[in-house]
Nanobody
Framework: QLQLVESGGGLVQPGGSLRLSCTTS????????IGWFRQAPGKERQGVSC????????DYADSVKGRFTISRDNAKNTVYLQMNSLKPEDTAVYYC???????????????????????WGQGTQVTVSS
């Protein structure tokens, strides 16, 4: 059974950077796409980014394009989300999730694609504040 654990969250000032990690166990990362999602207080969960099993296909929400970068190291069973130029509106609990297919969802924005991911981590808090 696939298990996912997020880490790397914390408190950062506006304009700062954080790198989140999603470490998996139970299933080889070589066979699954991984997505990052976030949920702010009082708001619905939204997709942030996705990466295919090989890393050759990625997708980003418009709100994070140019600031966030998703990557993966299958040998370490880890997917990363490098977050730069952070804004207060990036404050949320961030979750990683696995999809039972190798590619990111097609024909649908990652922002609303959470229902296509079946295994979820417990989340890590990111707070952007001065």
């Amino acid at each position: 059974q696939l298990q996912l654990v997020e880490s790397g969250g914390g408190l950062v000032q506006p304009g700062g950077s954080l790198r989140l990690s999603c470490t998996t166990s139970g299933v080889s990362l070589e066979h699954v796409a991984i997505g990052w999602f976030r949920q702010a207080p009082g708001k619905e969960r939204q997709g942030v980014s996705c990466i295919s099993n090989s890393g050759g296909n990625t997708d980003y929400a418009d709100s994070v394009k140019g600031r966030f970068t998703i990557s993966r190291d299958n040998a370490k069973n880890t997917v990363y989300l490098q977050m730069n130029s952070l804004k207060p509106e990036d404050t949320a609990v961030y979750y990683c999730a696995a999809r039972g297919l190798m590619r990111c969802p097609a024909g649908i924005s990652i922002v609303v694609a959470d229902y296509l991911f079946g295994s979820w981590g417990q989340g890590t808090q990111v707070t952007v504040s001065s």
